[in-house]
T-cell receptor
Framework: NAGVMQNPRHLVRRRGQEARLRCSPMKGHSHVYWYRQLPEEGLKFMVYLQKENIIDESGMPKERFSAEFPKEGPSILRIQQVVRGDSAAYFC??????????????FGQGTRLTVV | GESVGLHLPTLSVQEGDNSIINCAYSNSASDYFIWYKQESGKGPQFIIDIRSNMDKRQGQRVTVLLNKTVKHLSLQIAATQPGDSAVYFCAEGKNRDDKIIFGKGTRLHILP
């Protein structure tokens, strides 16, 4: 049973381009969480999704950022018109149920986005 | 701002000794606390968790202590090994809210 798979592992984009980060949850997991991590910082919550639904996007910037988790396929975090401040590691986690209700959230290896 | 913080950014421990990593939190409404280990270039790895109605929980070589009176959480690692070198994050959350809020992390160095 493969863990949470994120790709690409490293992504370089020029300012103004779009970045698409993909997350395939663990098999059978229907809950996905996205976090952003700056160097030497903790992870900051961005968005929580279930299949075809955004449950909590309180950590998402109001502009340029969007996330989806379609019925089929991976969850996508999309950043439009990237700026240098978007450079960070983006982690995805998945869980079988609600992560704080007796289940663990398993994290992927992250995508490191560099905006040049 | 963050409701979870850490006392020390870096901790150096002799191999074989016990490590104690501390964490302070400010949200008394948190129901659930988690410790994660993050190695360089990897995602956070779940270590152990504890609910707010508990004071202590033990795992394999790790113990988490929760002091709600002073809003303090600690992770004790017994007989620290080189493989324990990593950044350790405490995190918290509420049962009605699925966000896990992370602190800034403590880097654990193992001295030979």
């Amino acid at each position: 049973n493969a863990g949470v798979m994120q790709n690409p592992r490293h992504l370089v984009r020029r300012r103004g381009q779009e970045a698409r980060l993909r997350c395939s949850p663990m098999k059978g997991h229907s809950h996905v969480y996205w976090y952003r991590q700056l160097p030497e910082e903790g992870l900051k919550f961005m968005v929580y999704l279930q299949k075809e639904n955004i449950i909590d996007e309180s950590g998402m910037p109001k502009e340029r950022f969007s996330a989806e988790f379609p019925k089929e396929g991976p969850s996508i975090l999309r950043i439009q018109q990237v700026v240098r401040g978007d450079s960070a590691a983006y982690f995805c986690a998945s869980s079988l149920g609600q992560a704080l209700l007796n289940t663990e959230a398993f994290f992927g290896q992250g995508t490191r986005l560099t905006v040049v | 701002g963050e409701s979870v913080g850490l006392h020390l950014p870096t901790l150096s421990v002799q191999e074989g000794d016990n490590s104690i990593i501390n964490c302070a939190y400010s949200n008394s409404a948190s129901d659930y606390f988690i410790w994660y280990k993050q190695e360089s270039g990897k995602g956070p790895q779940f270590i152990i968790d504890i609910r707010s109605n508990m004071d202590k929980r033990q795992g394999q070589r790790v113990t988490v202590l929760l002091n709600k009176t002073v809003k303090h959480l600690s992770l004790q690692i017994a007989a620290t090994q080189p493989g324990d070198s990593a950044v350790y994050f405490c995190a918290e959350g509420k049962n009605r809210d699925d966000k896990i809020i992370f602190g800034k992390g403590t880097r654990l160095h193992i001295l030979p």
